[in-house]
């Protein structure tokens, strides 16, 4: 069964709107939800973590546990926030990461 | 090359051809990873090594074979693979723990023809 959903193969939104990428996870143990991001012609590399709290590049993430979800959020879109975005769950009992499928971002000018 | 590095960055090779995969961090990790990325599928992970221990194998076949010297180099090492094989194989390192944030190299590009 898949661990990590991400609904939205492809999401495009104008520049200044606000982006919302929907993650939802299957775990029913202590979750460490990451966010990580993949640049045109660069490595996959981590955003966000959910333990952090932390805002990067106007980012935020919000672990909701009732609701299972992770949902990726800006209020102001950037055209350089256009990458391939995954959501990625951490098992509390180990080594064992599961990712979502990605979402496309796409910010239209 | 600082960061995670993999070599060959693209392999073709036939089913009946042993090959291997290259993974060399220079961060000072002692936590690899091998991962393979296929189309339309989210990134599996294949194995864990921790202090040059293997402590994860999700059920990968055995024409996969996984080597770590150290804690800087990681091998895949691949023998009579299928098709189905092709994919992108991505190779990520951090500190032991998983609140530790994994580097991820640029990815060994692999057809099976």
């Known amino acids: 069964a898949q661990r990590v959903t991400q609904p939205e193969k492809l999401l495009s939104v104008f520049k200044g709107a606000p982006v919302e990428l929907k993650c939802n996870y299957s775990?029913?143990?202590?979750?460490?939800l990451f966010w990580y991001v993949q640049y045109s012609r660069q490595r996959l590399q981590l955003l966000l973590r959910?333990?952090s709290r932390e805002s990067i590049k106007g980012f935020t993430a919000d672990l909701n546990k009732g609701e299972t979800s992770f949902h990726l959020k800006k209020p102001f879109a950037q055209e350089e926030d256009s990458a391939m975005y995954y959501c990625?769950?951490?098992?509390?009992?180990?080594?064992?990461?599961?990712f979502g499928t990605g979402t496309s971002l796409t910010v239209i000018p | 090359e600082t960061g995670v590095t993999q070599t060959p960055r693209h392999l073709v090779m036939g089913m009946t051809n042993k090959k291997s995969l290259k993974c060399e961090q220079h961060?000072?990790?002692?936590?690899m990873y091998w991962y393979k990325q296929s189309a339309k599928k989210p990134l599996e992970l294949m194995f864990v090594?921790?202090?040059?221990?293997?402590?994860e194998n999700n059920s990968v076949p055995s024409r996969f074979s996984p080597e770590c010297p150290n804690s800087s180099h990681l091998f895949l090492h691949l023998h009579t693979l299928q098709p189905e094989d092709s994919a992108l194989y991505l190779c990520?390192?951090?500190?032991?723990?998983?609140?530790?944030?994994?580097?991820f190299g640029p990815g060994t590009r692999l057809t099976v023809l």
């Open positions: 990625a769950l951490r098992l509390s009992d180990g080594n064992q990461f599961y």
């Open positions: 090594y921790n202090f040059k221990e293997q402590t």
């Open positions: 959910h333990i």
């Open positions: 775990y029913s143990g202590s979750p460490e």
């Open positions: 990520a390192s951090s500190l032991a723990g998983g609140r530790n944030e994994q580097f």
């Open positions: 961060l000072g990790h002692n936590a």
